[in-house]
């Protein structure tokens, strides 16, 4: 599709969307019950999350979702004459940590300035701010208070000057194990406790296999291909899908696709969990305003009236919730021989509409 604007053509690509679930969610953030809508091009997504939604909606609590905390950062670097400079000017900068929080709250109304980190490498000096954004992500919010606090910085602190706006110590779409280390954006546990019934007849496997399997595949594997911070089958698959759906920036599945499972046999009962340290989704700013994304955005509930942030914290254990559904059927297919090739193959070569959740 093709709009004419002010600036030329803007053309909006089209990626299949369907509605998956519902999935049952509880926690400190949400309890509620939910369809989630998925936009991608490798359709077998679908039906293996909505097999996941649909053991969700078995287990007396659903998948509970805890968020641990919630921040966006942004690094600046500026130079030194030496490193004892460097060193001395940011010892001022944490000794005046008040007065700068004073300064981001005059750069907007949802900013706050919560913490602050540096490294220094030589004579150069790379400081971490990390803040709450409300219900925005906070790329541009956090950018735009980053920049205040380096003007502040620079006029108030000797013996420094202009590197970056950005020195890459935030880190933004970029795999670090720095961000899975402080935190970057909504950080999220989700747990699942399945049935032995239901792990046999619903994912035809056992909880044993799972629990072999993952540690196997998902620890060992990746700990071998030299993964950052991540020990999980297919997070990114699952968090672009709903990113399209919602508006987000999906160059940000790069560090939310960081993430740890983990699976127990907890006497033939499946204990299934997945953390995502650095999920950054907002339910305001840019890509929220187009129709369809308002849309998926009141449907999920995220377009209540609620205090700021709350909308955002909805969106992220829904989001994190649906990684787990799709997480825990990939791993059940996988301890199958043949299981994943066949379901691709039926899937993916057959036009036939596939009912969800099946």
């Not at 604007?5 to 969610?25: F, N, Y």
């Not at 490193?83 to 929080?101: G, K, P, V």
């Not at 003007?151 to 935030?170: E, F, V």
């Not at 987000?248 to 340290?277: H, K, M, W």
Request: some cysteine; glycine content about 10%; charged content about 20%.
């Amino acid at each position: 599709m093709i709009e004419k604007t002010m600036s030329g053509e803007h053309a909006i690509a089209g990626v299949p969307m369907r509605w998956v679930g519902p999935l049952r969610i509880s926690g400190n953030t949400a309890t509620t019950e939910t369809e989630v809508p998925l936009a991608t091009y490798e359709t077998p997504l679908w039906p293996s999350v909505g097999r996941g939604a649909k053991i969700s909606m078995l287990a007396e609590h659903g998948i509970v979702a805890t968020l641990v905390d919630e921040r966006m950062t942004r690094s600046v670097l500026v130079e030194a004459e030496d490193a004892h400079t460097a060193y001395t000017a940011a010892l001022q900068i944490d000794a005046r940590f008040a007065e700068l929080r004073e300064i981001v709250r005059g750069c907007s109304r949802f900013a706050e300035l919560v913490g602050f980190r540096h490294e220094i490498t030589a004579n150069l000096l790379f400081l971490r701010f990390e803040f709450t954004t409300g219900d925005a992500s906070g790329h541009n919010m956090a950018t735009l208070a980053a920049d205040a606090l380096l003007r502040h910085i620079l006029g108030t602190i000797p013996g420094i000057s202009y590197g970056s706006i950005s020195g890459n110590y935030c880190t933004d779409k970029k795999a670090t194990a720095i961000n899975g280390i402080l935190g970057r954006g909504k950080n999220v546990v989700t747990e699942l406790l399945v049935p032995r019934t239901v792990v046999v007849d619903l994912l035809h496997t056992t909880a044993a296999k799972i629990a072999v399997l993952n540690v196997r595949k998902n620890m060992l594997g990746t700990l071998l291909a030299g993964g950052i911070r991540s020990a999980n089958a297919h997070y990114a698959n699952m968090l672009l899908a709903f990113y399209l759906a919602t508006g987000q920036d999906a160059a940000n599945i790069v560090e939310g696709s960081q993430g740890v499972t983990v699976a127990e046999d907890r006497d033939g009962d499946l204990y299934f969990s997945c953390t995502l340290p650095n999920l950054i989704v907002g339910t305001v700013g840019n890509g929220k305003g187009l129709g369809f994304v308002e849309t998926n955005l009141t449907r999920l509930g995220c377009r209540d009236e609620r205090e700021p942030g709350a909308n955002a914290r909805r969106l992220a254990v829904i989001a994190a919730a649906a990684v787990l559904c799709g997480e825990l059927s990939l791993l059940a297919a996988q301890t199958n021989p043949g299981e994943l090739m066949r379901a691709h193959v039926n899937l993916e070569r057959n036009n036939e509409p596939k009912k969800i959740g099946v």
